[in-house]
């Protein structure tokens, strides 16, 4: 999980204080009646090592697509959650997209429309021509862990502003929230 | 797609077709009877009988009737088959279970026959999810031969005088007893935990005591572990009617109003604790 903050948002006051102990940052807030600090302890990562924490690139996705309501999502993926492990997560540049559960007992799939496409969806790739020529109804998908999707749902207590799913065929399943200044992006790897 | 519209190439091929515009009208009864995993699922073109078994010594059966359902079209005089009922639950509150008033859930249950799985279309607010759910061969449900001509003793409560004791029962106690007389006591309840006895009276005569036939003095005992689940049954429930037949063999019935008011009921049949007097 990457997640990016504008540390201008957060605070007027923003200190780091090395000292030989465990470093803090402290954020303080003025209000007109109080201050509320709060101290995160902080590992700092020495300049040589930043190379190693770099910003996850944006994989070369087949299909990119907003992401329904979260809390129906969230509803229905708690539900699968009881029936299955695993789920498959498919969608098209028609703006549509499955969830599907096979079990010995059962086989769920729950279909959503006009989802709508992030219009970067047709430039994925950046080679630029192969996935103009995409077959808008071509599904792509990818099998996940339940657990790990829930995960992501259970962030949903933020309502964001927007919110899509990345797919690449068989591979990746990449989710992003963007609310205000804050992005979250989840990515969650193909199991076979 | 829309439901109505999902099956007319295919309606032939279905024996079973049923339909609600709000699938809590199945799903919440069905949950007054869930205390095993297996449903024995039997239609006639009066409606749908589910019935749960427990040991051969309960049994629980939910009737809807078909006047119940926005559609109910049955090919067969009778269709059958079992189906695991906690995966059934799930499917039907696939969305949720959501309570905002004016959402519901969408239901068209299918079933091709034997062999086939069971279909469920369910939507709401557009999205649709289906649902194949494989079947069984329905066992034999167990045939309890209570009939009323045998009845000895009978009483209809309101479910709300009930729901009280029933919520307070001492589960330490191994059954729960019921007496029941054409004299004091009326109608006992009875537990033996261990911290004591407990007694809950109802008198013939109460507010909460709608009919009173009883004909012959009867205590009987009952295994608590087999009628606890008989307490999900009596919450939604606003009548029960308690009878004893003249081995003991108990059967309540309670009266559940769906959320259009509509009634359905629900039937638990109990045999009574080997050691008796």
């Known amino acids: ?192 | 797609m829309p439901l109505s519209t999902q099956s007319q190439g295919d309606a032939e091929q279905y024996v079973l077709v049923a339909s609600l515009d709000n699938a809590r009208n199945l799903s919440n009864i069905l949950k007054a009877i869930t205390f095993k995993d297996h449903a024995i699922f039997s239609a006639t073109p009066n409606g749908l009988k589910v019935t749960v078994e427990d040991s051969k010594c309960l049994q629980a059966n939910a009737f809807i009737q078909a006047e119940i359902f926005q559609e109910f079209t049955i090919r067969d005089d009778s269709v059958g088959f079992q189906v695991n009922l906690t995966v059934l639950l799930d499917c039907l509150n696939i969305f949720g279970g959501s309570t905002v008033p004016g959402v519901s859930t969408a239901l068209r249950m299918c079933y091709k026959g034997y062999g086939y799985p069971l279909t469920l279309f369910l939507e709401e607010g557009g999205v649709v999810t289906v649902c194949k759910i494989n079947t069984q061969e329905p066992e034999e449900p167990v045939d309890f031969e209570f009939c009323s001509t045998n009845v000895t003793n009978k009483v209809i409560l309101l479910s709300e005088s009930l729901k009280e004791a029933f919520s307070e029962l001492d589960m330490t106690s191994e059954v729960l007893q019921i007496t029941m007389s054409p004299s004091q006591p009326y109608f006992r309840l009875s537990t033996f935990g261990n911290s004591g006895n407990a007694h809950y009276d109802y008198p013939k005569d109460s507010d909460m005591m709608e009919l009173f036939r009883c004909t012959k003095t009867q205590t009987n005992r009952y295994k608590m572990s087999l009628l606890k689940p008989s307490t999900k049954a009596l919450a939604l429930s606003c009548k029960v009617s308690v009878r004893t037949d003249s081995r003991g063999f108990l059967s309540l019935q309670y009266l559940v109003r769906n959320d259009d008011g509509q009634i359905c009921f629900v039937e638990y049949f109990c045999c009574p604790d080997e050691e008796e007097q």
């Open chain 1, 1 to 192: 999980m990457w997640c990016e903050l504008s540390q201008a948002n957060f605070s007027d006051e923003y200190q780091m204080e090395g000292g030989g102990r465990v470093p803090r940052t402290t954020r303080s807030a003025w209000s007109i009646n109080r201050v509320v600090t709060h101290d995160v302890p902080v590992d700092v990562i020495p300049r040589r090592l930043w190379n190693e924490f770099k910003e996850p690139s944006m994989p070369d996705f087949d299909v990119s697509i907003y992401l329904p309501p979260l809390k129906t999502l969230k509803n229905i993926v708690d539900r699968m959650k009881n029936l299955s492990n695993f789920l498959v997560m498919e969608a098209n540049l028609s703006g549509e997209m499955n969830l599907k559960i096979e079990t010995d007992l059962v086989s769920v799939t729950t279909h959503f429309k006009d989802l709508g496409n992030p219009p970067w969806g047709d430039e994925a790739s950046q080679e630029g021509g192969p996935s103009q020529s995409r077959d808008p109804e071509a599904m792509a998908q990818a099998r996940v862990d339940i657990r790990k999707l829930q995960q992501f749902l259970m962030g949903q207590q933020v309502n964001p502003s927007k919110a899509m799913c990345n797919i690449v065929h068989e591979r990746v399943v990449h989710l992003i929230l963007l609310h205000e200044d804050v992005s979250l992006q989840y990515f969650i790897p193909a199991v076979a």
